[in-house]
Nanobody, 126 residues
């Protein structure tokens, strides 16, 4: 059974930094992708970053490019989302997601992902 456990998050002033982590279990091999999504109150879920299951290529939404970095220490477990220069509009519940994939691309579309973490709140004060 695939499980994703998230940690990190919290309250930070604008301009600050936070790091989220996502630990995956239940994958028999390294052929899986990890993505990060967020959902603010009253808004649709937004895909913000992912790391591909094939060659580990990384992808970012324009809204976070240059400020957020997705990375991993060892074979995509855990996967981190380093968030710098946070803005009040980054306030949301953040989720990691995973799916079996050996592709060198990964979609920032929530419906394309099967497994989800429990979510963690990130609040950026102005």
């Amino acid at each position: 059974e695939v499980q994703l456990v998230q940690s990190g998050g919290g309250l930070v002033p604008a301009g600050g930094s936070l790091r989220l982590s996502c630990a995956a279990s239940g994958f028999a091999s390294d052929d899986y992708a990890i993505g990060w999504f967020r959902q603010a109150p009253g808004k649709h879920r937004e895909g913000i970053s992912c790391i591909a299951g094939g060659d580990g290529s990384t992808y970012y939404a324009d809204s976070v490019k240059g400020r957020f970095t997705i990375s991993s220490d060892n074979a995509k477990n855990p996967v981190y989302l380093q968030m710098n220069d946070l803005k009040p509009e980054d306030t949301a519940v953040y989720y990691c997601a995973a799916d079996f994939s050996a592709s060198d691309v990964c979609p920032l579309i929530g419906s394309e992902w099967t497994y989800w973490g429990q979510g963690t709140q990130v609040t950026v004060s102005s």
